[in-house]
């Protein structure tokens, strides 16, 4: 399934799952906008990409959570003069310190991470949306989380922004759906051998844990025009066969 020609961009992309994904889709050819807040992690997957390679990135260093509206809105003028027009976003950037309690978070630190993992998705979305829809078909594509579901306790701030991320993603998928042009959907990875999953479960044997490169199928799935027609879904990685 290429992806020559594709324009994508991915938050988070210096790495976790969104550095994983970034590489994978660079493989098919993507061309990579790499947004993330640190600029050696940046670098590490750019190249990385380029000893691989896959078609030359391009770094975007981005503070989702500090940067204002109209940073947001420069950040997709720039895409816009660039390349013309865009084909997919990937959120894959995440705030997680630890499990808590409600009653021991700080307002500050709960409003950062509802910033990154709530608020920036919404934020890039609407400032990218006239991009994605010059598109003949154009991919957005949310990373959840089981607690969503769940309603884990002591996941706090994130399991509280992933629980409504699940709903913005399908407002969003709902409301796009008429037009055809524009597909939304939730990838929900399951336990991997992520730094996230080592700080959530620091005890954990993680050996027997699925690496971070057996969602690289979805994501080219995802990315692809085989996932044409497939939106407004909540995909759990570890059943989910396309």
């Known amino acids: 399934m290429s992806l020559s020609n594709k324009v994508l961009l991915i938050t988070g992309a210096g790495g976790g799952l969104g550095g994983t994904a970034a590489l994978a889709l660079a493989g098919q050819g993507a061309q990579i906008i790499l947004l993330d807040k640190s600029i050696p992690k940046l ?40 390349y013309g027009a865009l084909h997919g976003v990937l959120h894959g950037a995440v705030e997680f310190s630890a499990y808590s309690p409600i009653a021991n ?14 608020s920036a998705p919404f934020l890039l979305c609407r400032v990218l949306l006239p991009l994605l829809q010059r598109s003949e078909h154009a ?6 989380d089981s607690s969503a579901r769940k309603v884990q306790a002591y996941s706090g701030a994130y399991g509280v922004a992933k629980i409504a991320l699940e709903g913005l993603a399908g407002i969003l998928a709902a409301e796009l759906e008429a037009a055809g042009k524009i597909r939304v959907n939730t990838l929900v990875p399951g336990p991997v051998d992520s730094p996230l999953r080592k700080k959530a479960f620091p005890a954990e044997d993680k050996t027997r844990l699925p690496s971070m490169s057996s969602l690289d199928p979805l994501y080219v799935y995802l990315f692809s025009d085989a996932s044409i027609g497939k939106t407004g879904q909540i995909i759990d990685a570890q059943t989910f066969k396309p």
């Open 105 to 118: 978070y700080k307002t500050k630190d709960w409003g950062h991470a509802l910033n990154v993992n709530l």
């Open 43 to 82: 670098e590490k997957i750019y190249d990385a990409i380029v000893a691989a390679g896959g078609p030359e990135p391009v770094m975007y260093p981005f503070d989702l959570a500090g940067a204002s509206e109209a940073q947001y809105e420069e950040m997709a003028e720039a895409i816009e003069q660039r």
């Open 139 to 144: 991919s957005i594509v949310f990373i959840s």
